[in-house]
């Protein structure tokens, strides 16, 4: 996108970069209605009668989002160490997947084909989605989730696609269990802040080529 990157998309450190393009932050999210564009935070799931629901009410407005590796597309494929590392690792996969200029309308159109596919975490990886998963893991000495696979194809996809939303005036909040709160809170406990991070650099870095592409419904937004 010819964007230079935040040093993570940990939203700690995606916080100067938004701060000096003129967005503020309040109220624990980044106000960007006044821009025309939704905010973002990040809840937290628990186990209720019926299966994973919101631990505290969403405000209103804010459409929920789960992020989990069980219900998602875009959960942490690693394993195998602290909650830090698992993070950096997350991090580092997110710089894996948005080093190539976007191409908004390819990944619009991958996003579409993943909406009809509710088998979360049984994909079949490409060679070079095996080998980029494991170099990563080795990197930070962690482990590739034997059981629940995440595609880095699919995570671009989501990020495009939920920013797209984000730049239509929508908000969200990304749901996860690790944690509930906004920017400020502590960094690298969820791999959910380095998500919301990139979401926000995606739709502010490529917001001119979102804005272009056919409005969506929101209606139709599945919640992944």
Not at 206 to 212: H, M, N, P, V
Request: charged share 20%; with cysteine; hydrophobic share 40%.
């Amino acid at each position: 996108m010819g964007a230079v990157t935040p040093s993570s998309f940990c939203v700690c450190d995606v916080i100067p970069w938004l701060r000096a393009r003129g967005y503020v932050l309040r109220e624990g999210t980044f106000g960007f209605g006044e821009g025309g564009l939704g905010s973002v935070q990040i809840g937290r799931l628990r186990w209720g009668m019926q299966g994973p629901a919101a631990r505290s009410l969403v405000q209103d407005g804010f459409l929920e989002v789960r992020v989990d590796r069980h219900g998602s597309h875009v959960g942490n494929p690693f394993a195998g160490a602290s909650a830090h590392k698992l993070c950096l690792a997350y991090d580092d996969l997110l710089r894996a997947v948005l080093v190539a200029p976007l191409s908004v309308d390819d990944d619009l159109r991958d996003y579409e084909g993943l909406r009809h596919d509710s088998l979360f975490g049984q994909a079949l990886l490409s060679p070079f989605e095996e080998n980029l998963l494991s170099e990563i893991a080795e990197r930070h000495g962690v482990h590739v989730h034997h059981r629940q696979r995440v595609r880095p194809a699919s995570v671009r996809a989501w990020l495009v696609y939920h920013a797209s939303l984000l730049v239509r005036g929508t908000s969200l909040v990304l749901q996860c269990w690790c944690l509930h709160g906004g920017v400020c809170s502590t960094p690298w406990v969820c791999h959910a802040q380095s998500l919301l991070g990139a979401l926000l650099w995606v739709a502010v870095s490529a917001r001119s080529e979102l804005t272009s592409t056919p409005s969506l419904d929101r209606s139709q937004v599945r919640l992944f």
